[in-house]
């Protein structure tokens, strides 16, 4: 038995089947294909009416797009879009007319917003600003710039636009107006300007005039000081306000420029150094008193270079009448006797003081014959015609001005005095001089000295007697002057010795013999 599987053959079929013979007509053909034309003619309708209502809803989506679109971009369709700024202004909402205006007027107020006076003293030289300064702005170029900025979502499809205005929300645009740096070319004109205000040259103080008959007998023009302006600190500190936008007011300061010779240098130049005083007694006569004030007119005013020799003889002139002096009594060799001119040898005593006192270098002096009643042993000088003379060298380093005035003694209006004044080069820091005079030895009177009276004018017979002279001491002085400085004795020097001799009582005698004898 052939137990193997046999396939079954193609065109075999199973019992009891209808074999399909292509070609052949099969019974039921007709219904089944009518069947099948029936379903897609519904479908085909079905899919007609779809795409028909399909495209009718997409043109409605479409059109509902377009709306939103156009309503979205509605709003800006004549003002800037969101989030565009010019120089920080939002632009906004803004026409392009309203956004220059607004741009300019800031611009406007920036050029004017920053200002810096200078001033010196409550006076404004002027008033800086940007304008002044050389920072502008191209308003050409803000008006270029505004116009970009406007066409930005104003032009292309509406897509574009769109697209515009959501990079707007992602990247904002911030404009900028340029300006043009700070210059310093006008600033430098003002400030070379304003330096020709302040470049002053000081001007020295100086000695005007010498009125020996004033208080103070100088008039001194007080110094000027001269000024600079530092043009360069100035240029410097401007800049840097206008570059931080600093403003307000800038005062200048000029650099003082001091005067070479001062109120006070000319003061230590004419200071009082020294003054010399002798009292007029009050039994002083009428002729003596006025040539003492002669004396003193001649003197007073009197100035002396350095180095210059001050002469009483040469400055007062010989004592006649033709020169203004008048006859006064006169010690001539220790005798009182009238002369012309009496009474001068007391302002050259008062001279003597004062260029002592003043430290000048003694040339001439000579002591009287005996002590005089207006100052002291050693201190006095006595003057002669063409004789004897006081003069003394100005060794002060500068010049040296003499006043000289018989005035009221201090205290008191009924006796007068003669005063010396030296001004001159100040003679130190607290230092001063002083004479002192010291005795070495006393000379006795002699015998009386007896005068026959030949001629009868005081007596006229032997036993008659009258005195024409009082004995008196005589004296040998040493005279010092010492320096103290602080109202310490710091030196001594010797001026000199004098002898003053002792005289005698002297005595007129008569010459006649009585010839009777009364009882």
């Known amino acids: ?73 509605a709003p800006y369709a004549e003002v800037y879009l969101p989030n565009i700024t010019m120089d920080g202004i939002p632009l906004s909402g803004m026409t392009r007319s309203e956004a220059e205006q607004a741009v300019m007027q800031q611009i406007s107020a920036r050029q004017g917003g920053w200002s810096l006076a200078l001033t010196y003293n409550g006076h404004t030289f002027t008033t800086l600003d ?19 900025a406007y066409s930005y979502g104003h032009s292309g499809t509406v897509e574009e636009r769109l697209a515009a205005l959501s990079s707007l929300q992602e990247t904002p645009m911030h404009l900028f107006s340029t300006q043009s740096d700070l210059s310093d070319a006008t600033l430098n004109g ?49 800049m840097r306000r206008a570059s931080a936008g600093e403003g307000g007011t800038y005062e200048l300061t ?31 006569p009428e002729g003596r008193n006025a040539n003492i004030g002669i004396a003193m007119q001649k003197i007073n005013g009197k100035v002396l270079n350095p180095g210059e020799t001050f002469s009483f003889n040469s400055v007062v002139g010989n004592r006649t009448r033709d020169n203004g002096f008048v006859e006064a009594i006169e010690y001539v060799y220790g005798v009182e006797q009238p002369g012309i001119g009496g009474g001068v040898c007391q302002v050259s005593t008062t001279v003597y003081l004062a260029a002592v006192t003043a430290n000048m270098d003694i040339l001439q ?13 050693g201190q006095d000088a006595t003057v002669s015609n063409n004789r004897l003379d006081l ?23 009924k006796r007068w005095q003669c005063t010396v004044n030296i001004y001159g080069p100040s003679l130190g820091e607290n230092v001063k001089y002083q004479m002192r005079s010291e005795v070495d030895d006393v000379l006795l009177p002699g015998d009386p ?67 009777e004898f009364y009882y």
């Open 190 to 238: 003002i400030l070379a300007q304003i330096a020709a205000y302040f470049n002053q040259a000081p001007k020295n103080a100086y000695l005007a005039s010498f009125d020996p008959d004033q208080k103070d007998p100088f008039t001194i023009v007080s110094e000027v000081p001269g000024s600079t302006l530092d043009v360069v600190a100035a240029h410097d500190e401007i």
């Open 130 to 148: 940007y304008a002044l300064m050389g920072m502008t702005t191209d308003t050409s170029q803000v008006r270029q710039m505004l116009d970009q």
């Open 391 to 413: 003069s003394f060298r100005n060794t002060s380093g500068g010049r040296i001005y003499i006043t000289a005035h018989v005035e009221n003694q201090p205290k008191t209006t």
């Open 365 to 377: 002096r000579s002591p009287h014959s005996m002590k005089v009643s207006y100052t002291e042993l």
């Open 1 to 73: 038995m052939n137990n193997q599987f046999t396939p079954t053959q193609k065109n075999s079929a199973p019992t009891g089947a209808q074999t399909f013979i292509p070609g052949a007509r099969r019974p039921d053909k007709r219904v089944r294909l009518r069947r099948r034309r029936k379903w897609p003619a519904v479908v085909a309708l079905v899919c007609v009416l779809a795409a028909a209502g399909g495209f009718g809803i997409n043109s409605l989506l479409q059109q509902k797009q377009i709306n939103l679109q156009n309503e979205t971009l």
């Open 254 to 284: 000029p650099t003082p420029i001091p005067a070479g010779i001062t109120t006070a240098d000319i003061r230590s130049q004419v200071q009082l150094i020294s003054t010399g005083t002798t009292l007029i007694a009050t039994t002083s």
């Open 449 to 515: 000295i007896l005068r026959k009276d030949t001629e009868g004018t005081y007596v006229e017979y032997e036993d008659e007697m009258y005195q024409f002279q009082t004995g008196r001491e005589g004296y040998v002085i040493t005279t010092y002057l010492d320096q103290y400085v602080n109202g310490q004795l710091y030196s001594s020097k010797k001026l000199s010795t004098d002898t003053y001799k002792a005289a005698s009582d002297g005595y007129y005698v008569g010459v006649k013999k009585r010839d």
